[in-house]
């Protein structure tokens, strides 16, 4: 079993930064793929990012790649997203989770593991 936290969600007007954190407790969190998720007001769930054991395994969604980086802390259990240049768009619970797929999944049906989520609401 794997416990999932993020922290940091917030407000943020459009064209600022906001950082979201993962904490995993539980099985190595190491073994695992975080991903990051969002999912906005009668929408679906949809992959933002998610990321393997090195970072050059990083991969992104079109509507924020450029602007968002995923990293994680293998020493510390932690995952990040930090977000940039955001837009109203961007608004939605934001989900941490984990899977144990050999390569990087983008559907939600794919990861084992989820946290409870954190609002980010970006004002236009």
């Known amino acids: 079993q794997v416990q999932l936290e993020e922290s940091g969600g917030g407000f943020a007007q459009a064209g600022g930064s906001l950082s979201l954190s993962c904490t995993a407790s539980?099985?190595?969190?190491?073994?695992?793929?975080v991903g990051w998720f969002r999912q906005a007001p009668g929408k679906e769930r949809e992959f933002v990012a998610a990321l393997g054991w090195s970072d050059d395994s990083a991969h992104y969604s079109d509507s924020v790649r450029g602007r968002f980086r995923i990293s994680r802390d293998h020493s510390k259990n932690t995952g990040a997203l930090q977000m940039n240049r955001l837009k109203s768009e961007d608004t939605a619970v934001y989900y941490c989770?984990?899977?144990?797929?050999?390569?990087?999944?983008?559907?939600?049906?794919?990861?084992?593991?989820w946290g409870h989520g954190t609002q980010v609401t970006i004002s236009s």
């Open positions: 989770a984990a899977s144990s797929m050999g390569t990087i999944p983008t559907d939600t049906s794919d990861y084992e593991y």
């Open positions: 539980g099985r190595s969190f190491s073994a695992y793929i």
